[in-house]
Nanobody, 118 residues
Framework: QVQLVESGGGLVQPGGSLRLSCAASGSIFSIYTMDWYRQGPGKQRELVAAITSDGTPNYADSVRGRFTISRDNAKNTVYLQMNSLKPEDTAVYYC????????????WGQGTLVTVSS
C-alpha cells in the first residue's frame, strides 16, 4: 500500500557531508510526521530527527546543529542533510512516516547505510 525508499547513503570521511532522501509512494492520502532513525553497530534504533506536516523540526541532542531535516510535501519526500559527520554517526538510517492510506499507520523504509571513516 505504501512504500518508503531511502537513498543517499555511503562512505564519507569524518567532517564530510551526506544528504539522505526518502520518497513515499503508493496509496497515500496524507503524510503526517516524517522521521529519520538510525541503528549503529551493537546499538538500539534511535530517533535522529523528525518533522511535522507543517515543517516543524525536532532533533536528537547528538545531531542538533549538524543535521537538518526537511520535506517536500509535493513530492512526498523527506531529506536529511548531514554535515560535520563523525565516526559515531555510522549506522543504518531508516525513514519512518505516519501515513493516511487505506488506514492510518506507521511505515518504514528498508534503510541506507552511512559509514563515516577515514
Amino acid at each position: 500500500q505504501v512504500q518508503l525508499v531511502e537513498s543517499g547513503g555511503g562512505l564519507v570521511q569524518p567532517g564530510g557531508s551526506l544528504r539522505l532522501s526518502c520518497a513515499a509512494s503508493g496509496s497515500i492520502f496524507s503524510i503526517y510526521t516524517m522521521d529519520w532513525y538510525r541503528q549503529g553497530p551493537g546499538k538500539q534504533r534511535e530517533l535522529v530527527a523528525a518533522i511535522t506536516s507543517d515543517g516543524t523540526p525536532n532533533y536528537a541532542d547528538s545531531v542538533r546543529g549538524r543535521f537538518t531535516i526537511s520535506r517536500d510535501n509535493a513530492k512526498n519526500t523527506v531529506y536529511l542533510q548531514m554535515n560535520s559527520l563523525k565516526p559515531e554517526d555510522t549506522a543504518v538510517y531508516y525513514c519512518n512516516a505516519e501515513v493516511e492510506s487505506t488506514y492510518r499507520g506507521s511505515w518504514w523504509g528498508q534503510g541506507t547505510l552511512v559509514t563515516v571513516s577515514s
